[in-house]
């Protein structure tokens, strides 16, 4: 006869219970066991009747396995990263395996340390880290193995990507306010770091292709609040169209102009980058370039999956983004 003590069932008491070894206990719970069916029902039976529930994390211990994957993620704010989340979410679970998510808040020197903290909690680290320096990069992506980077790519690293062509798709914005007649441009830029760096070529590309466009640069981050904190400079620039680092930003810079009187298509057109689902919403609805983060998360899931099972990952990916045009640009006046 087994006495119950206050506290959680364990598996001793199963195993005298039913008359069988604890490790038949734990091969049955673990869905391992290739014995009788009836000492299988015999242990499920005293499991239910002691309300016995598995320590999963022991069992993590114990296998080398937590089913589960890390995501580090520079801001989990951003409605851009939150999709990414949430279809990378949505396609480990169909797979039995659950998502555990860092956020740097922008802090690049604390990645490393977070990347390292949440993949000793988990069987492999999908990273987001596009300021992260190339070095630590590399060294992150052997160390911390496996690992899948999302929108984010470097030859050295050992690590599948899946990115989004962010130069290819500013030089688009960058074509697309000079076919209006705009010749002074303003870049309200986003933090220092691979993204910006694309960002600034790809206009770069168009300055050098299009006769007299000048680009003025405007420091600002990856914010709405960076966006409206960049407005008097955008203002005293005299430009007649504003690239934003993204959405976020484009937003916020949008919002301060009207604050100012100043209209936005009329006097100032205003492009963002990233397509998030308030960009079509807002007056005016914002021209930008639209990003499939669902499919990035999908895909990265798809690669890790690859790896976690010991089998060749996909072909690394590089997405094109699409060129939305809305109402937040106009023919120059």
Not at 116 to 133: H, T
Not at 137 to 158: D, F, I, K
Not at 225 to 240: F, H, L, P, Q
Request: aromatic residues 4%; glycine residues 8%; contains cysteine.
């Amino acid at each position: 006869m087994v006495t119950r003590r206050p506290g959680a069932t364990t598996i001793a008491e199963v195993a005298e219970r039913a008359g069988v070894s604890a490790s038949t206990v734990s091969r049955v719970m673990n869905g391992r066991f290739g014995g009788d069916p009836a000492v299988a029902e015999r242990v499920r039976q005293a499991a239910a009747e002691l309300r016995y529930s598995p320590n999963h994390l022991a069992r993590s211990f114990a296998l080398g396995q937590t089913s589960a994957i890390g995501f580090l993620v520079p801001d989990l704010a951003n409605p851009s990263i939150q999709a990414v989340l949430a279809a990378l979410s949505k396609a480990a679970a169909g797979d039995g395996y659950r998502v555990l998510v860092a956020d740097s808040a922008e802090a690049v020197d604390d990645e490393p340390l977070l990347a390292a903290e949440i993949r000793r909690r988990s069987d492999a680290l999908v990273l987001c880290a596009p300021r992260m320096s190339d070095a630590e990069l590399v060294r992150v992506a052997e160390t911390l193995a496996p690992v899948v980077l999302v929108n984010r790519s470097n030859p050295g690293a050992a690590a599948p990507t899946v990115t989004v062509d962010s130069r290819t798709g500013f030089a688009a914005l960058a074509r697309h306010l000079c076919a209006l007649g705009h010749r002074r441009l303003a870049y309200v830029t986003g933090p220092p770091g691979v993204a910006t760096r694309n960002r600034v070529n790809g206009i770069n590309d168009v300055v050098a292709e299009v006769e007299g466009v000048t680009v003025v640069r405007i420091e600002g981050g990856a914010s709405s609040e960076d966006g409206v904190a960049a407005v008097e400079e955008v203002i005293a620039s005299g430009a007649t169209g504003v690239l934003a680092f993204n959405d976020l930003v484009a937003i916020g810079l949008v919002h301060g102009l009207t604050e100012r009187g100043v209209r936005v298509p009329d006097d100032v057109s205003v492009t963002g980058f990233d397509d998030i689902p308030f960009s079509r919403y807002m007056s005016p609805a914002l021209t930008t370039e639209s990003v499939p983060h669902r499919k990035l998360g999908e895909m990265a899931w798809a690669r890790m999956h690859a790896l976690l099972r010991g089998t060749e990952p996909d072909h690394d990916v590089v997405f094109q983004p699409r060129l939305e045009v809305r109402r937040s640009t106009a023919p120059a006046g």
